[in-house]
């Protein structure tokens, strides 16, 4: 069982930048991967990106050349970092762990309003 807790949402102007951060614990040594969905009012859950043991990344067609993402393996953090913003990025941002594609927990979410 692990459990991961977001820090770092709030509000920016476009074309502004915010790192978010995911802390996990708990059972954190089978996690391969770890990664952020976000969802915005009204709108399905989107899948912004991955980044699995070995520091492969891979971002949404939304966020490529913007978002980017790293891990700190010793301290078992993930790391969103958003420049470029946009309004339309604006949503409940939620970081997750998996093992071999099965989801073993998610974080509470993190606001992140971008106006224009």
């Known amino acids: 069982q692990v459990q991961l807790v977001e820090s770092g949402g709030g509000l920016v102007q476009a074309g502004g930048s915010l790192r978010l951060s995911c802390a996990v614990s708990?059972?954190?040594?089978?996690?391969?991967?770890m990664g952020w969905y976000r969802q915005a009012p009204g709108k399905e859950r989107e899948r912004v990106g991955m980044i699995n043991n070995g520091g492969r990344s891979d971002l949404g067609d939304s966020v490529k050349g913007r978002f980017t993402i790293s891990r700190d393996n010793a301290k078992n953090i993930v790391f969103l970092q958003m420049n470029s913003l946009k309004p339309e990025d604006t949503a409940v941002y939620y970081c997750?762990?998996?093992?071999?594609?099965?989801?073993?927990?998610w974080g509470q979410g993190t606001q992140v309003s971008v106006s224009a």
């Open positions: 997750y762990a998996a093992v071999f594609g099965k989801v073993l927990g």
């Open positions: 708990g059972s954190t040594e089978s996690i391969n991967v």
